[in-house]
T-cell receptor, first 112, second 112 residues
């Protein structure tokens, strides 16, 4: 069974540009979660999608947005990139909240 | 007070020793509990769910204490490969949604 896949693995952008990160959940998982993990820091919750709808949003500015497609894959868009957006962006999927969450290996975004 | 708190460590433990750490949570309505491990610059991986009756998986034992609102992880006969950051996760129901609350992690270093 394929795990959660994220692309690209690395992304380098300049300040002010836009970044698009992609995530494909495990087959059968309808929930997708996005997290930001800056170097040396804990996971910061960004967004939760389930059945194509945004269910919850973390404490991030509106330039962080996303969507979930009918096949449950998801995109995270970050507009007007700032240097402090440099981080590892992790996507996780789950079948149910009681069964834990499986993470992809992440996209390392560097803003220069 | 943080919703989920962990001692950041690091815990420096000799190989073969037993180590335990706790994670406290503030919301009494918390429903599901998990332990994840995260290796340096990698994604978190589910270690084990934590059940009300406690559960064991090889050298790892997880316990839930609802009265005192904490979960614990015990590692017996520690191995060098157990060196990682251990994250606890709590699921809380908020209106019709569920929110994952992550601890910032406890760093464990196993020394030969």
């Amino acid at each position: 069974e394929a795990g959660v896949t994220q692309s690209p693995t690395h992304l380098i952008k300049t300040r002010g540009q836009q970044a698009t990160l992609r995530c494909s959940p495990i087959s059968g998982h309808t929930s997708v979660y996005w997290y930001q993990q800056a170097l040396g820091l804990g996971l910061q919750f960004l967004l939760w999608y389930d059945e194509g709808e945004e269910r919850n949003r973390g404490n991030f500015p509106p330039r962080f947005s996303g969507r979930q497609f009918p096949n449950y894959s998801s995109e995270l868009n970050v507009n007007a990139l700032e240097l402090e957006d440099s981080a590892l962006y992790l996507c996780a999927s789950s079948f149910s909240r009681d069964y834990g969450y499986t993470f992809g290996s992440g996209t390392r975004l560097t803003v220069v | 007070r943080k919703e989920v708190e962990q001692d950041p460590g690091p815990f420096n433990v000799p190989e073969g020793a037993t180590v335990a750490f706790n994670c406290t949570y503030s919301n009494s309505a918390s429903q599901s509990f998990f332990w994840y491990r995260q290796d340096c610059r990698k994604e978190p991986k589910l270690l084990m769910s934590v059940y009300s009756s406690g559960n064991e998986d090889g050298r790892f034992t997880a316990q839930l204490n609802r009265a005192s609102q904490y979960i614990s992880l015990l590692i017996r006969d520690s191995k060098l490969s157990d060196s990682a950051t251990y994250l606890c996760v709590v699921t809380v129901r908020m209106d019709s949604n569920y929110q994952l609350i992550w601890g910032a992690g406890t760093k464990l270093i196993i020394k030969p």
